[in-house]
């Protein structure tokens, strides 16, 4: 990998809108409307790239189904981040052998971050023949034209060259929601934490240009989106490969200045790029919710070192603590794992102490997994698997504690909560902090902002009900 950035040009977005043509031509001279299904596993990164993979198929003339069998196209957009991740995916991957016996033209691909992997991609070579296509994340603008070529030639065909990553602008995009949108701010990621296989599969940060991103917001806002998500692997690096003089809260606050009622979140950002600056400017709009996911991976300064993680206990603290006086009412996620390499006893205690200092909610909680060709896949770790899962039970316990009590804490509470759809029996809606609140309410509530109190509580949701604003009786 040299670095540099590599932008998809028209004329090469063009060829590839180009084969979406010949494939359409080619199912219509068959006088068969064909179907594809995408499978999505991991983070948001993925179900956005799922969306350009749908969006892609809708082009070349595909009808998007919900299940693998039956379907002409099977995508498996897949993640790497723990082995449990990649083992399902094998499992899944295998059962297709079936799907594909009973329909024998379906074309199966594997892509995503697994496809990143040189051993994985041996492995899909050797054992397991009836995927037709392997395509890295740098090559999704490619799919049409490898798509065309397995449906023309028959050959099972790879696109995984290592490359340092590319932008592609334009790429059609099929969304899963009318209501909330992702919209990926950057690519790849420079930081290299020692557990991490990310930055080897997604390839160096590069940001997408702000005029793209504010045109791609402003488009969402006009036809009805009310929920933003801004997606990279540490926002807090936005720009920093721009020509153009930008930071992240700068981009923020020129999405908070387009007219109308929304609300812009944004993930990951990492805790030591998360400024004085990020926090102010969150402060000071109503429109960027007051919501933060900070991982902060361990509580312990030993530890984090070892996760070249370049922040210690005490600076992250410093920073939640400057984030929750300027936003009282600020929602703070996290990540945490346990068992890190050489994880003490005592430093296990300081990540129990610093959730309950911060108190999250949620945290999402993490066993380590070894990652092939990661610093930390090869260092010491003497710590029985056993006492690994104490510590995690032991974690899951405490955090479940602090979940219910702030759960509690929101009863008799009224938020101001954008309604997005129905569960059986209720409506739901998500609270600025991106909490779940079912109520009782007319699906033609969907899609507006209203105000709700909040009646009942579990460790995982809300229950309430429609109220006027400020009612906190
Ligand atoms: N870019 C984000 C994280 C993306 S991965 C950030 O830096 O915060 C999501 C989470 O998976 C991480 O925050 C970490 O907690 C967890 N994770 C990553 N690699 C892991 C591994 N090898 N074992 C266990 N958990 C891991
Ligand atoms: Fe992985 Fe660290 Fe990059 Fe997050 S910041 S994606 S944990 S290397
Ligand atoms: Fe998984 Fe790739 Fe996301 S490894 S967590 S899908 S960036």
Same mark, same amino acid.
């Given at each position: 990998?040299?670095?540099?950035?590599?932008?998809?040009?028209?004329?090469?977005?063009?060829?590839?809108?180009?084969?979406?043509?010949?494939?359409?031509?080619?199912?219509?001279?068959?006088?068969?409307?064909?179907?594809?299904?995408?499978?999505?596993?991991?983070?948001?990164?993925?179900?956005?790239?799922?969306?350009?993979?749908?969006?892609?198929?809708?082009?070349?003339?595909?009808?998007?189904?919900?299940?693998?069998?039956?379907?002409?196209?099977?995508?498996?957009?897949?993640?790497?981040?723990?082995?449990?991740?990649?083992?399902?995916?094998?499992?899944?991957?295998?059962?297709?052998?079936?799907?594909?016996?009973?329909?024998?033209?379906?074309?199966?691909?594997?892509?995503?971050?697994?496809?990143?992997?040189?051993?994985?991609?041996?492995?899909?070579?050797?054992?397991?023949?009836?995927?037709?296509?392997?395509?890295?994340?740098?090559?999704?603008?490619?799919?049409?034209?490898?798509?065309?070529?397995?449906?023309?030639?028959?050959?099972?065909?790879?696109?995984?060259?290592?490359?340092?990553?590319?932008?592609?602008?334009?790429?059609?995009?099929?969304?899963?929601?009318?209501?909330?949108?992702?919209?990926?701010?950057?690519?790849?990621?420079?930081?290299?934490?020692?557990?991490?296989?990310?930055?080897?599969?997604?390839?160096?940060?590069?940001?997408?240009?702000?005029?793209?991103?504010?045109?791609?917001?402003?488009?969402?806002?006009?036809?009805?989106?009310?929920?933003?998500?801004?997606?990279?692997?540490?926002?807090?690096?936005?720009?920093?490969?721009? &020509?153009? $003089?930008?930071? /992240?809260?700068? +981009?923020?606050?020129?999405?908070?200045? #387009?007219?109308? @009622?929304?609300?812009?979140?944004?993930?990951?950002?990492?805790?030591?790029?998360?400024?004085?600056?990020?926090?102010?400017?969150?402060?000071?709009?109503?429109?960027?919710?007051?919501?933060?996911?900070?991982?902060?991976?361990?509580?312990?300064?030993?530890?984090?070192?070892?996760?070249?993680?370049?922040?210690?206990?005490?600076?992250?603290?410093?920073?939640?603590?400057?984030?929750?006086?300027?936003?009282?009412?600020?929602?703070?996620?996290?990540?945490?794992?346990?068992?890190?390499?050489?994880?003490?006893?005592?430093?296990?205690?300081?990540?129990?102490?610093?959730?309950?200092?911060?108190?999250?909610?949620?945290?999402?909680?993490?066993?380590?997994?070894?990652?092939?060709?990661?610093?930390?896949?090869?260092?010491?770790?003497?710590?029985?698997?056993? &006492?690994? $899962?104490?510590? /995690?039970?032991? +974690?899951?316990?405490?955090?479940?504690? #602090?979940?219910? @009590?702030?759960?509690?804490?929101?009863?008799?509470?009224?938020?101001?909560?954008?309604?997005?759809?129905?569960?059986?029996?209720?409506?739901?809606?998500?609270?600025?902090?991106?909490?779940?609140?079912?109520?009782?309410?007319?699906?033609?509530?969907?899609?507006?902002?209203?105000?709700?109190?909040?009646?009942?509580?579990?460790?995982?949701?809300?229950?309430?009900?429609?109220?006027?604003?400020?009612?906190?009786?």
């Amino acid at each position: 990998m040299n670095g540099k950035t590599t932008v998809i040009s028209q004329q090469q977005l063009q060829q590839q809108l180009d084969c979406c043509n010949q494939i359409n031509i080619w199912w219509r001279e068959q006088e068969i409307t064909p179907t594809a299904y995408v499978e999505t596993y991991g983070c948001q990164q993925n179900e956005a790239d799922s969306e350009k993979i749908r969006g892609l198929l809708i082009e070349s003339g595909y009808a998007i189904v919900g299940e693998a069998e039956g379907a002409d196209v099977v995508v498996m957009n897949t993640c790497a981040i723990r082995e449990h991740a990649e083992q399902r995916v094998f499992g899944n991957l295998g059962a297709l052998t079936h799907t594909k016996r009973r329909h024998p033209r379906q074309k199966i691909f594997l892509c995503g971050c697994m496809a990143g992997q040189d051993h994985v991609v041996q492995r899909i070579k050797k054992s397991y023949p009836h995927v037709d296509g392997v395509f890295s994340t740098h090559h999704l603008w490619q799919f049409p034209q490898m798509l065309l070529r397995i449906l023309t030639t028959g050959k099972r065909t790879y696109f995984v060259e290592d490359e340092p990553g590319s932008i592609a602008e334009g790429l059609p995009q099929q969304r899963d929601s009318q209501l909330k949108a992702w919209v990926s701010i950057m690519y790849g990621c420079n930081n290299f934490c020692t557990y991490c296989i990310v930055p080897y599969v997604r390839g160096r940060e590069r940001s997408r240009k702000s005029e793209d991103i504010l045109k791609e917001c402003r488009q969402l806002i006009e036809s009805g989106v009310k929920d933003i998500t801004l997606l990279g692997q540490n926002v807090n690096s936005y720009g920093k490969d721009l &020509e153009e $003089n930008i930071d /992240f809260s700068d +981009l923020l606050r020129k999405i908070a200045e #387009i007219p109308g @009622q929304f609300l812009i979140r944004f993930m990951t950002s990492h805790p030591r790029d998360a400024s004085q600056k990020l926090f102010d400017t969150m402060a000071a709009s109503d429109k960027i919710a007051k919501q933060l996911h900070l991982p902060f991976q361990s509580g312990s300064s030993r530890v984090l070192k070892a996760m070249n993680r370049h922040y210690d206990r005490e600076t992250y603290l410093e920073k939640v603590n400057y984030a929750k006086s300027v936003m009282p009412d600020l929602v703070l996620t996290s990540d945490v794992i346990v068992g890190f390499p050489g994880e003490t006893e005592e430093e296990f205690e300081e990540t129990i102490s610093l959730i309950e200092q911060v108190r999250y909610d949620p945290l999402f909680t993490f066993i380590f997994s070894p990652r092939k060709g990661t610093p930390a896949a090869s260092m010491d770790d003497p710590t029985p698997k056993d &006492e690994k $899962n104490r510590r /995690f039970d032991r +974690l899951c316990a405490v955090q479940n504690t #602090i979940s219910e @009590q702030i759960h509690n804490g929101y009863i008799g509470k009224t938020f101001l909560c954008l309604v997005d759809g129905t569960d059986k029996e209720h409506l739901t809606a998500r609270t600025e902090g991106g909490r779940l609140v079912r109520f009782t309410g007319d699906t033609n509530l969907i899609g507006t902002f209203q105000y709700i109190k909040v009646t009942g509580a579990t460790t995982w949701s809300l229950t309430g009900q429609l109220a006027l604003p400020m009612d906190n009786g």
